[in-house]
């Protein structure tokens, strides 16, 4: 079973440019996870999806970052301008629909993200 | 809001010692506590506990909940260099189905 696959896997960029993330899921998982790691510390959860629709973006700083799922299944993040405190590790995580009890999580190997 | 404070921040240990690690946390709709092991890459799940006293193992890993006193330990015998790793404790809670709030981790290291 192949996992969940993650592009770029290294981006360095200047503050205040632009820079976007792919996360392709695990086939058959309907719910998808951004998370940003900044270094020492634990993942921190920016969007998680249902098929298509948000079901918790309150972490997401949405003057800055934005993300999309069209079709239920690929899913980017965007960030626009970057600032220097974005600089951290971006982890894309799937699992199967949630249905009033946790399904386990299967994290990709992250983009880390350097902003000068 | 959820939170999870994990202890000691790193550990440097030998080859062969035991070592627990903590996690704490607080939380107001508790579903499930989960430890992963984060190498250089993403993190891998290693056990998610929903009952308190009930101890999972696997291999020289285990870990227990205590729900009353809210805390779980994650314990490691004969430690080896490739179980050096960050070990992340994660809490499934609040009215949000699968999302996690992870601790700090806990950075180990093993020395031959």
Redesign the interface.
């Known amino acids: 079973e192949a996992g969940v696959a993650q592009s770029p896997r290294y981006k360095i960029i200047e503050k205040r440019q632009s820079v976007a993330f792919w996360c392709n899921p695990i086939s058959g998982h309907a719910t998808l996870y951004w998370y940003q790691q900044i270094l020492g510390q634990g993942p921190k959860l920016l969007i998680q999806f249902q098929n298509n629709g948000v079901v918790d973006d309150s972490q997401l700083p949405k003057d800055r970052f934005s993300a999309e799922r069209l079709k239920g299944v690929d899913s980017t993040l965007k960030i626009q301008p970057a600032k220097l405190e974005d600089s951290a590790v971006y982890l894309c995580a799937s699992s199967l629909l949630t249905s009033g009890r946790y399904n386990e999580q299967f994290f990709g190997p992250g983009t880390r993200l350097t902003v000068l | 809001e959820d939170k ?1 404070v994990q202890s000691p921040l790193s550990l440097v240990v030998h080859e062969g010692d035991t070592v627990t690690l903590n996690c704490s946390y607080e939380v107001t709709n508790f ?2 506590l ?1 430890w992963y092991k984060q190498e250089k ?5 290693l056990f ?1 506990l929903t009952s308190s006293g009930i101890e999972k193992k696997s291999g020289r890993l285990s870990s227990i909940l205590d729900k009353k006193e809210l805390f779980s330990i994650l314990n490691i015998t004969a430690t080896q260099t490739g179980d050096s790793a960050i070990y ?1 404790c ?1 809490l ?1 809670g609040g009215t ?10 806990t950075i180990l290291t093993v020395h031959p």
């Open positions: 999870v579903r499930s989960l890459k993403a993190p891998t799940f998610m992340l994660a499934a949000s189905y699968g999302k996690l709030t992870f601790g700090q981790g």
